[in-house]
């Protein structure tokens, strides 16, 4: 590229020549940037996915944790899991109850039940019944029917999701199948409540769990506690300490531990850590490769720069204004993208995430990602000889 005006001393117009150059060289070679900004999309789709999903199985193995509320959760010693849940007698609740910063407590009946479908096959699901708050409504989400419904004998929700699963047609409403070898009927429909076993969820009263789960009245899985002040969470588990069969913890810890079990003991977690990592360098590959061709092609123009008394970092600006954007460019496209596999993979029942945290560690990545690749073609510019020109 021949360049048509001498080199200012001024850093400012140095910039502005050297973005000239370098953007120009990028936008003229169409297929080499067409093949780089391909790269960095496609990364950059992955790792956003692939941290989305990491999230939303987090968030989909804790939600009823999450939804159902509580300062401090009673939980079986030494319980791991929301869903190796044991029965608790109905003592528990009336010890915890007994305390004076205990504001109320409130049951939680969760676990799996057999359902057979309108064909006569079998399958699993989870059966969940919670003593509801006016701003704890449970089950959430509701797209069809009314929440009030699942206090009559033996209602249920079911989640759109589901649908297929559970061999119901687009009208569930007043559909019937067998859970625990009781008939029940589909009061409501929820949308997007999803465990992370993709096990169908079930939404009930209380009640009817206990029906369905065979327990008899007073007795649950689970018990939250709501506080009259965050502050006297460890004189109540102090106080509850004497129960060696009972355990007090906070919900957030009752969440992390869910989410540790589940997203990392099952091996999910390195699975989409690993694909994305193996995306990114994929990407880098494509990107430094692009870049570093661009480089050698266009040696002799920044060796007569540097003759003409340009800095090596000033230089390294024909690369880092490609690599930024391509980063813009590609980063870009590769989030639309993103955005349109969520919305596919939510009809398939997968909930990718996409929540500032997620997007700010994807952003990250693809920025990590785009200058892993412009090392090399940075080393070739600090290198250049202003001898070059001359030879």
């Known amino acids: 590229m021949t360049v ?3 080199l200012q001393c001024s850093l400012v117009q140095t910039t502005t020549l050297m973005r000239r150059i370098a953007l120009h060289s990028l936008l003229f070679d169409r297929g080499k940037l067409a093949a780089a900004l391909l790269g960095v999309a496609l990364a950059t789709t992955l790792a956003f996915v692939q941290i989305g999903l990491y999230r939303g199985f987090e968030v989909s193995s804790s939600t009823v944790i999450e939804h159902h509320g509580g300062d401090l959760w009673a939980i079986p010693t030494d319980l791991e899991v929301l869903d ?5 007698s109905v003592s528990v609740r009336n010890m915890l109850a007994s305390h004076p910063c205990v504001r109320d407590v409130r049951a939680l009946v969760y676990g799996f039940v057999f359902i057979r479908k309108p064909n006569g096959t079998r399958d699993n699901a989870l059966i969940v019944g919670a003593e509801a708050r006016a701003e704890r409504a449970m089950p959430w989400a509701l797209v069809a029917g009314d929440a009030r419904e699942l206090d009559q004998p033996l209602r249920v929700s079911v989640d759109r999701t589901d649908f297929a699963k559970l061999q119901l047609g687009n009208g569930a409403i007043g559909a019937t199948f067998e859970v625990n070898n ?3 009927t589909v009061a409501a429909v929820t949308q997007g409540i999803r465990s992370f076993t993709l096990m169908p969820y079930m939404f009930t009263s209380i009640t009817n769990a206990r029906r369905l789960m065979g327990l008899v009245e007073g007795q649950a899985h689970f018990f939250a506690v709501g506080l009259q002040k965050p502050a006297c969470a460890d004189d109540v ?18 969440m992390q531990r869910t989410e540790r079990y589940w997203v990392g003991g099952s091996g999910a977690g390195l699975v989409l850590a690993f694909t994305a990592i193996l995306g990114l360098i994929v990407g880098a590959v494509i990107v430094g490769q692009t870049l570093y061709s661009m480089t050698k092609e266009h ?25 930024s954007l391509l980063a813009v460019l590609g980063g870009g496209i590769g989030l639309a993208i993103a955005y349109i596999l969520r919305g596919v993979m939510a009809r398939s029942g997968l909930n990718v995430m996409l929540e500032p945290s997620t997007l700010s560690l994807g952003v990250f990545a693809t920025l990590m990602m785009c200058t892993v690749a412009s090392i090399a073609s940075l080393r070739t510019v600090f290198k250049v000889e202003a001898a070059t020109v001359l030879r």
């Open 4 to 6: 048509r005006q001498p």
């Open 84 to 88: 190796n849940a044991e029965t608790m």
């Open 182 to 184: 009781q008939r029940v």
């Open 237 to 254: 588990k102090r106080w509850m300490a004497q129960q060696r069969d009972v355990s007090l913890v906070t919900r957030a810890d009752w």
């Open 299 to 323: 040696l002799p123009e920044l060796a007569t720069l540097k003759a003409l008394g340009a800095t090596p970092w000033e230089l390294a600006g024909f690369v880092l204004w490609q690599v």
